[in-house]
């Protein structure tokens, strides 16, 4: 069975960091677009970054572009988002996702609707 587990998520104060796990079993990392979700109170689920290992690439949006890195650990089967530069509008609950989409470009791929597999979801608050 595929499975997908987030955590790192928490409290912290705005300028502070954090940063998201994503442990995943199941199926091959490599192939797979990556990426991590999120979804404020009364707002739509929204792509903050996605990565694919098997070309290199990396999609930020344009909120989180210079504060937040995605990265991954196919050793460990592993990915995560490290969250610098914190502000309040960064709270929600941060998903990760994972979906067979061959070599479409990440950009193109920023809809939930893109990704078979999903985490549970973690809690990142920002708040004095």
């Known amino acids: 069975d595929v499975q997908l587990q987030a955590s790192g998520g928490g409290l912290v104060q705005p300028g502070g960091s954090l940063r998201l796990s994503c442990a995943a079993s199941?199926?091959?990392?490599?192939?797979?677009?990556l990426g991590w979700f999120r979804q404020a109170p009364g707002k739509e689920r929204e792509a903050v970054s996605l990565?694919?290992?098997?070309?290199?690439?990396?999609y930020y949006s344009d909120s989180v572009k210079g504060r937040f890195t995605i990265s991954s650990d196919n050793a460990k089967n592993t990915m995560y988002l490290q969250m610098n530069g914190l502000k309040p509008e960064d709270t929600a609950v941060y998903y990760c996702?994972?979906?067979?989409?061959?070599?479409?470009?990440?950009?193109?791929?920023?809809?939930?609707?893109?990704?078979?597999?999903w985490g549970q979801g973690t809690l990142v608050t920002v708040s004095s």
């Open positions: 996702a994972a979906g067979d989409r061959g070599p479409m470009p990440l950009s193109l791929l920023t809809t939930g609707y893109d990704y078979d597999y």
């Open positions: 199941g199926f091959t990392f490599d192939d797979y677009a």
């Open positions: 990565i694919r290992n098997s070309d290199s690439t990396t």
